[in-house]
């Protein structure tokens, strides 16, 4: 079990609400939030047979028989209301090709919950372009570093900057060691790459850009 993944949901959940995680593998989520709090409805999906037989296992290991399971390619074969929808462990545009699949089940949804290690920018543009604010975003180091996002519908419009696309609206106010030590990486490792794009002018433009960014969001001087 992924304990610092697990706890940053937990976090992020609403206790109180009833919640699906699509793509449970093990159901290790489903069971924590039982735990946390027994009355809890919880709903838990997955595409493929194996995972989700592994996950009622686990489920009836813990004695948890009331957790809802569902065959189920995203939200395809979801019958039952959920206010919280949980996609965590999977690629971006995995997430976001699950979440277009079923615009009028979406609709009735009140948070979404969105955990990923790659293309986070991407994520965060495809939320604010299909009218979700980002309420909360977390950052922990499991290996590698993994971005949660809570999104919730609105209809205002939402005037996020360049730089709260790349770090996130909410990480950029609320700092921690994960968030630093991943962007000062990536500073460095984006100084090799330009050494080695000279003769790729687009490719150098995108990443000069992105040091740029990361120099002003950590007060880092710039280097002649």
Known sequence: MHTKRINTLLNLIDSQRSVLDIGTDHGYLPISLKKRNPKQIIGASDLSPWPLQAAKKNFNKHDLDDIKTYLSDGLTNITDPYQIIVLSGLGTHTIMSILEKDPQYLAKVEELILGTNLEVPELRKWLVQHNYEISEEAIVSDYKYY???????????????????LFGP???????????????????????????????????????????????????????
């Open 147 to 165: 971005e949660f996002i809570k999104a919730i519908p609105t209809k205002e419009k939402i005037g996020y900057t360049k730089a709260d696309y």
């Open 170 to 224: 909410y990480l950029r106010r609320h700092q921690n060691e994960a968030f630093l030590d991943k962007w000062l990486g990536t500073y460095q490792r984006n100084k090799l790459l330009l050494s080695k794009l000279k003769n790729h002018p687009e490719r150098f433009s995108e990443i000069d850009n992105e040091q740029k960014l990361i120099r002003q969001e950590l007060g880092i001087k710039s280097e002649i």
